[in-house]
């Protein structure tokens, strides 16, 4: 019996650890340095159908049926944080370049000017230390920024901040939320407005040595209609996520997305699927 009692008390520890949660967040910590080198390729292939005069000139032009066409794109980037002030706002740097770019069609590299891959862009900022989507821009390489660059810088920064909404609650292994991404944008022209319905389910599977791992499946909708042209594109997907629990952010991510295409006009139609697959690293010093 005290055998018993004894074993019981060593697997005390454990059992209280794997009862025991992590609260997830994303957050940017002063002083430090993000490198983060992203990927994104694209595998398409489509049909068109329709006017015979139009597809006749496609032909003519190269193009024939179906089309296949591959997409990769390369960018590295660099996040450098400064330390924050009395008003909790800290310095931060940003230098992002695209790497590479290579765009093809049914075996036929598509010209890429070399302005796509020389120019790199450099940002001086100050955000909230507790809030980085409240992100000012002082300078664009060099350059003060406009209104039309904060707003963009603004949008962008607030989609990063929000990439992963982590419940408030922690989290054990097992457990799973999902963060929902509707989108219902006005447009000019349209007789109904641009409708996305997003959502990604993340699963955590394991926390071992400071590190969290989560499964991600993402689903995704989009309807719209412009000018007399319908659009609608869905599907679904799968990945991974690993994520830093001392540094309050994701150190990689990385997924498969399987969408089907159907564009409907009065004198094309397009049907289609895609693959998309993305990756993205982060070293954090």
Known sequence: MKKIYLLALLCLPFALK????????????????????????????????????ILQKLKDEGINQPVMALLGLGVNGTMKTGTPGADNMMPITMDFKIDSL???????????????????????????????????????NGKKAGDSSQNSMKQMMSMVQRQVQFPATAMKPGDTF?????????????????????????????????????????????????????????????????????????????????????????KLNVDGTAVITSSTMTVIN
Do not use: E
């Open 102 to 140: 290579n765009v093809s069609a049914n075996g036929k590299q598509a010209p890429i000017p070399p302005s796509a891959t020389d120019k790199a862009i450099h940002i001086n900022g100050h955000a909230n230390a507790d809030n980085i989507s409240m992100f000012v821009i002082d300078s664009v």
């Open 18 to 53: 794997a009862q025991d949660g992590v609260v997830f967040k994303i957050k940017y910590q002063p002083n430090h340095t993000y490198n983060m080198n992203m990927g994104l390729g694209m595998n398409m292939n489509v049909t068109v159908t329709g006017d015979p005069a």
């Open 178 to 266: 999902t963060q929902n991404m509707p989108i219902n944008v006005p447009m000019k022209g349209s007789k109904s407005n641009i409708k996305v319905d997003a959502s990604i389910t993340y699963k955590l599977n394991n926390i071992a040595d400071g590190k969290a791992y989560f499964d991600v499946m993402p689903k995704f909708s989009m309807n719209m209609d412009i000018m007399k042209i319908a659009v609608n594109i869905s599907g679904n997907g799968t990945g991974k996520m690993v994520y830093s629990i001392k540094d309050n952010f994701p150190l990689s991510r990385s997924g498969t997305f399987n969408a089907t295409i159907k564009v409907t006009s009065a």
